[in-house]
């Protein structure tokens, strides 16, 4: 297996896309990182395992080290239909941390396509930057993939940065959810965005706007999101146990529920783990968001459960504002009900982070500790 150390230069990028084009065509199986505690979770120097091309390292969301095995084929079959889906192949601008599925794939699909990506270097996501790396993008058509936080800085800018992003032909949002607000805005910005849904188990995204990608089949068992295809990858480094309760028979079973539609439309809900248990009410934390993000003067929200004597849990909200704002309780009892309402709202300049675009729920719970002792 060959480590490949991102520092944020374009010479580690130059590196990890040569690699990549390398075990792409059967080469050695590339693992790129920043982080070398997690490189080591992953034994680089043990062999990969059978059809590796790639291991995406990520610390899950638990914490627990977990390196995502992907095949040639699956990281093909994912470019491959992206472009399909979104007009042919094109011309990327590298916009988010090539060590996560999103920004690999942007490398995959750019040397499938043939075409040389324009990256985007340093640290931090700034709209001026974001402009500056556009302007080196030659040819059409041209595509980028951001995470939700990305954009809402593009749109909030309004700048040099909103201009570059209605330059693209499609922009692919994903890593976390793309609330119905921030699309409406995007429209109305003249910027063409695609919500995927997806993980480093299928590749990156798999479902775009609702409806899966070519050659990817999607069902829902219960309210579990399960999915099979070319996309999939085929375990879990040095974890059997892992590989053996998520992957079988060809499906690949999420930890998201969701709901498929009449037209064939697949609705994500949220994890399976985002149900908060207050006074034996069973509540959708993602539900609650949506209803805040909905809401004048919010920009973003986290809700998640907290330990409370009386209730079992207790609704709690970090809200991210953009403005003046109403009553953000009396929202979401009108519309989720009395249950649903957070019993605490704070306030913060952002959300805290794990990986690109991902919220740190933990975080956000650590931050409430209890209701009691708050």
């Given at each position: 297996?060959?480590?490949?150390?991102?520092?944020?230069?374009?010479?580690?990028?130059?590196?990890?896309?040569?690699?990549?084009?390398?075990?792409?065509?059967?080469?050695?199986?590339?693992?790129?990182?920043?982080?070398?505690?997690?490189?080591?979770?992953?034994?680089?120097?043990?062999?990969?395992?059978?059809?590796?091309?790639?291991?995406?390292?990520?610390?899950?969301?638990?914490?627990?080290?977990?390196?995502?095995?992907?095949?040639?084929?699956?990281?093909?079959?994912?470019?491959?239909?992206?472009?399909?889906?979104?007009?042919?192949?094109?011309?990327?601008?590298?916009?988010?941390?090539?060590?996560?599925?999103?920004?690999?794939?942007?490398?995959?699909?750019?040397?499938?396509?043939?075409?040389?990506?324009?990256?985007?270097?340093?640290?931090?996501?700034?709209?001026?930057?974001?402009?500056?790396?556009?302007?080196?993008?030659?040819?059409?058509?041209?595509?980028?993939?951001?995470?939700?936080?990305?954009?809402?800085r593009l749109l909030d800018d309004g700048g040099a940065g909103l201009a570059a992003a209605r330059t693209f032909d499609a922009i692919v949002v994903g890593a976390a959810a793309t609330p119905p607000a921030l699309r409406e805005r995007a429209a109305d910005a003249g910027v063409r965005i695609v919500p995927a849904y997806g993980m480093s188990e299928?590749?990156?995204?798999?479902?775009?706007?609702?409806?899966?990608?070519?050659?990817?089949?999607?069902?829902?068992?219960?309210?579990?999101?399960?999915?099979?295809?070319?996309?999939?990858?085929?375990?879990?480094?040095?974890?059997?146990?892992?590989?053996?309760?998520?992957?079988?028979?060809?499906?690949?079973?999420?930890?998201?529920?969701?709901?498929?539609?009449?037209?064939?439309?697949?609705?994500?809900?949220?994890?399976?783990?985002?149900?908060?248990?207050?006074?034996?009410?069973?509540?959708?934390?993602?539900?609650?968001?949506?209803?805040?993000?909905?809401?004048?003067?919010?920009?973003?929200?986290?809700?998640?459960?907290?330990?409370?004597?009386?209730?079992?849990?207790?609704?709690?909200?970090?809200?991210?504002?953009?403005?003046?704002?109403?009553?953000?309780?009396?929202?979401?009892?009108?519309?989720?009900?009395?249950?649903?309402?957070?019993?605490?709202?704070?306030?913060?300049?952002?959300?805290?982070?794990?990986?690109?675009?991902?919220?740190?729920?933990?975080?956000?719970?650590?931050?409430?500790?209890?209701?009691?002792?708050?």
């Amino acid at each position: 297996m060959l480590p490949v150390h991102l520092d944020g230069s374009p010479s580690a990028l130059t590196r990890l896309k040569d690699a990549l084009a390398d075990a792409l065509g059967g080469g050695p199986a590339v693992l790129p990182f920043t982080d070398p505690a997690l490189r080591d979770a992953m034994a680089p120097d043990e062999p990969a395992e059978p059809g590796t091309a790639v291991v995406i390292a990520t610390s899950g969301s638990t914490g627990a080290p977990k390196g995502v095995l992907l095949s040639a084929r699956a990281l093909t079959a994912s470019a491959e239909a992206t472009h399909a889906r979104l007009g042919g192949p094109g011309h990327w601008l590298l916009a988010t941390p090539a060590q996560y599925i999103g920004g690999l794939q942007v490398l995959v699909r750019s040397l499938l396509a043939g075409t040389t990506p324009v990256l985007l270097t340093g640290t931090g996501f700034r709209p001026d930057d974001f402009a500056a790396a556009a302007a080196k993008l030659e040819g059409s058509p041209r595509y980028t993939a951001l995470v939700p936080t990305q954009l809402v800085r593009l749109l909030d800018d309004g700048g040099a940065g909103l201009a570059a992003a209605r330059t693209f032909d499609a922009i692919v949002v994903g890593a976390a959810a793309t609330p119905p607000a921030l699309r409406e805005r995007a429209a109305d910005a003249g910027v063409r965005i695609v919500p995927a849904y997806g993980m480093s188990e299928t590749a990156s995204g798999c479902v775009y706007d609702g409806f899966p990608l070519d050659g990817v089949r999607v069902d829902v068992d219960g309210d579990r999101i399960r999915i099979a295809g070319d996309v999939l990858a085929h375990g879990y480094r040095l974890r059997p146990d892992l590989t053996a309760e998520s992957f079988s028979d060809g499906w690949f079973t999420t930890s998201d529920r969701g709901i498929r539609h009449e037209d064939g439309r697949i609705e994500v809900l949220g994890r399976a783990d985002d149900m908060i248990n207050t006074g034996g009410v069973k509540v959708s934390a993602n539900a609650i968001e949506r209803c805040l993000c909905a809401q004048p003067g919010v920009r973003d929200a986290c809700v998640v459960g907290v330990p409370d004597p009386e209730w079992g849990e207790a609704v709690v909200a970090l809200v991210v504002p953009r403005g003046e704002h109403g009553d953000l309780r009396a929202a979401v009892r009108a519309e989720l009900g009395a249950a649903a309402t957070p019993k605490r709202i704070e306030f913060g300049a952002e959300l805290p982070l794990r990986g690109p675009g991902k919220v740190d729920r933990a975080a956000v719970r650590n931050r409430f500790g209890s209701i009691s002792n708050g």
